[in-house]
């Protein structure tokens, strides 16, 4: 069930890729364009596992966690794009709840 604050996060979302487009970040900085792609990855993700059947649509948003705990990892290795803290923090709390969708509910 989509909550009041879904909205919100979308429409913020998006005004941050628009504003890097107008202000040409995407041409000028890879790991915006790669933030990006992940944004579109991970949203049409989420869509679509609201869209599908309850028992189908929990694994495709289980597997979009994982993805993004994966993602998170990566960024700890790197260095890059968010604080190490976050990052591992993040990694960890995306693949618990990947876990508890596809073992506990």
């Known amino acids: 069930m ?23 970040r995407v041409r000028r900085s890879p790991e915006f364009r790669l933030q990006a792609a ?11 596992g609201l869209a599908l059947a309850p028992e189908v649509g929990r694994y495709v948003i289980a597997d979009g ?11 700890l290795q790197r260095g890059k794009v968010v604080a ?4 591992e ?5 995306d693949a618990l709840i990947a876990f508890e969708l596809v073992f506990l509910v």
């Open 65 to 75: 966690w994982l993805l993004h705990g994966i993602c998170d990892f990566v960024h």
């Open 84 to 87: 190490r803290s976050d990052a």
């Open 38 to 48: 992940g944004m579109i990855l991970f949203g049409a993700m989420a869509f679509t």
């Open 2 to 24: 989509p909550s009041v604050t879904d909205p919100v996060l979308l429409a913020l979302a998006l005004v941050a890729l628009f504003w890097g487009v107008i202000d040409k």
């Open 89 to 93: 923090w993040c990694g960890v709390l």
